[in-house]
């Protein structure tokens, strides 16, 4: 079991920046890969940004390339997303993921609301 505490959503202006944190606890030891994803109202869940727990590999969707950043902090099992240059359209409910291998766990989202 994984559980996953997300925090940092906020308000903001675009072009304005926010960083969002990820804390993970439980079978943490047994996290591949770590993501998050967000869902805009009336849409569905869509793939921001992943991090492979060994080897830091990144994986980011082509709407957030050169604006966010995804990072982890190995003792603190926590991931990071900064997020700048912040648009409309970044507006949704942010979830963190964190992938087991035979199973995936959820956090329960933070909101980010980008005003244009």
């Known amino acids: 079991q994984v559980q996953l505490v997300e925090s940092g959503g906020a308000l903001v202006q675009a072009g304005g920046s926010l960083r969002l944190s990820c804390v993970a606890s439980?079978?943490?030891?047994?996290?591949?890969?770590m993501g998050w994803y967000r869902q805009a109202p009336g849409k569905e869940r869509e793939l921001v940004a992943s991090?492979?727990?060994?080897?830091?590999?990144?994986n980011y969707a082509s709407s957030v390339k050169g604006r966010f950043t995804i990072s982890r902090d190995a003792p603190k099992n926590t991931v990071y997303l900064q997020m700048n240059s912040l648009k409309p359209e970044d507006t949704g409910v942010y979830y963190c993921?964190?992938?087991?291998?035979?199973?995936?766990?959820w956090g329960q989202g933070t909101q980010v609301t980008v005003s244009s």
């Open positions: 993921n964190a992938d087991i291998g035979y199973a995936d766990y």
């Open positions: 439980g079978d943490t030891i047994c996290i591949s890969n």
């Open positions: 991090i492979r727990t060994f080897g830091g590999e990144t």
